[in-house]
């Protein structure tokens, strides 16, 4: 899939363009549902899947101090969204002068003149332009003038309540993961690099791989089971792990480290690219009188991480 930064009155020349608009944090099942529906009405004209979205968050440009944490970077994103069908992911650089921009203004120069969109898809709360003072009646209405229809999608629920990214930052900021899993469609995972640490796990006989995360919306502190993929590896095997996400109280109440040790693994991870998938939470992260008291309980998380995990194996 390409990914294309945009800009209002840039004429892209995809032909016949559906497409799908919103921020797209998460990708989650709400946002699996208006992709699934952009890509069909593509597909029914022969025409472009298009999402898109905004870089950076409206949030981190209109109010920094209390913009969200994001769930997912731009990459991350693109990739969830080429396993959908999307052909184009088409990103509109947020700054002031693009707030500034009226619904008609918004929905004229990009929708139109950028996108040359005939379908548009979106959320039935979907607001657009300066103070969000655009809904989807305004965009329906704008449609009929500019060249494109609009279909509208009710929420996704799950327990009643709409899924929304916000809802499932709470549940990762909680160490809920489990339910940010099932509100996401997908185990919640972070990428990074695999990093040097102090080393304290060898010596206790549990090595851990430490992970540097590109993005900082991370878990709640404590041990998680999960599992941990090496990029690196041509067959994708994902390991068993327990992840402890905390700051080795036991030691020195360091930084903030995100480590995980993989089950039946002994191999170099420095430098290698990862992707530590969090299942369920086992237990909340606190100080041990002695080493060997932290190793005693570390294995105790083994063997529940490996009953969660392997079940027919444990």
């Given amino acids: 899939m390409n990914i294309l930064r945009v800009a209002p009155n840039r004429p892209v020349g995809w032909p016949d363009v559906a497409v799908a608009v919103g921020n797209f944090d998460g990708v989650h099942r709400g946002h699996q549902e208006l992709v699934r529906a952009m890509v069909a009405e593509a597909r029914a004209m022969t025409g472009t899947a298009?999402?898109?979205?905004?870089?950076?968050?409206?949030?981190?440009?209109?109010?920094?101090?209390?913009?969200?944490?994001?769930?997912?970077?731009?990459?991350?994103?693109?990739?969830?969204?080429?396993?959908?069908?999307?052909?184009?992911?088409?990103?509109?650089?947020?700054?002031?002068?693009?707030?500034?921009?009226?619904?008609?203004?918004?929905?004229?120069?990009?929708?139109?003149?950028?996108?040359?969109?005939?379908?548009?898809?979106?959320?039935?709360?979907?607001?657009?332009?300066?103070?969000?003072?655009?809904?989807?009646?305004?965009?329906?209405?704008?449609?009929?003038?500019l060249g494109f229809r609009v279909r509208a999608l009710a929420p996704t629920l799950e327990a009643g309540r709409p899924i929304s990214s916000s809802r499932i930052r709470e549940a990762v900021l909680a160490g809920r993961v489990r339910e940010a899993g099932e509100l996401l469609g997908r185990e919640y995972f972070l990428d990074g690099a695999v990093v040097?640490?102090?080393?304290?796990?060898?010596?206790?006989?549990?090595?851990?791989?430490?992970?540097?995360?590109?993005?900082?919306?991370?878990?709640?502190?404590?041990?998680?089971?999960?599992?941990?993929?090496?990029?690196?590896?041509?067959?994708?095997?994902?390991?068993?792990?327990?992840?402890?996400?905390?700051?080795?109280?036991?030691?020195?109440?360091?930084?903030?480290?995100v480590e995980a040790h993989l089950l039946g693994f002994d191999g170099d991870l420095y430098e290698h690219r990862a992707r530590l998938f969090f299942t369920a939470r086992l237990r909340d992260e606190r100080r041990f009188p002695s080493p060997d008291a932290l190793t005693t309980q570390i294995r105790q998380d083994m063997a529940r991480a490996r009953a969660l995990l392997d079940p027919d194996h444990s």
Avoid: I, W
């Fill in 50 to 145: 298009v999402v898109l979205t905004f870089d950076p968050h409206p949030g981190q440009v209109l109010a920094a101090r209390t913009a969200p944490r994001t769930l997912l970077s731009l990459e991350q994103r693109a990739e969830l969204l080429a396993t959908m069908g999307v052909d184009q992911l088409a990103v509109l650089p947020f700054d002031r002068a693009l707030a500034r921009l009226t619904p008609e203004a918004f929905a004229a120069s990009v929708l139109r003149d950028t996108l040359a969109a005939r379908a548009v898809v979106v959320g039935e709360s979907f607001r657009f332009g300066a103070r969000r003072r655009g809904d989807v009646s305004t965009l329906a209405s704008l449609g009929k003038d």
């Fill in 196 to 257: 040097r640490g102090a080393g304290r796990g060898r010596t206790v006989g549990v090595p851990t791989a430490n992970l540097d995360p590109d993005t900082d919306l991370l878990p709640a502190v404590g041990v998680y089971a999960g599992r941990f993929l090496d990029r690196a590896d041509p067959a994708e095997e994902r390991h068993s792990c327990v992840v402890n996400v905390g700051r080795r109280p036991t030691f020195d109440s360091g930084a903030l480290t």
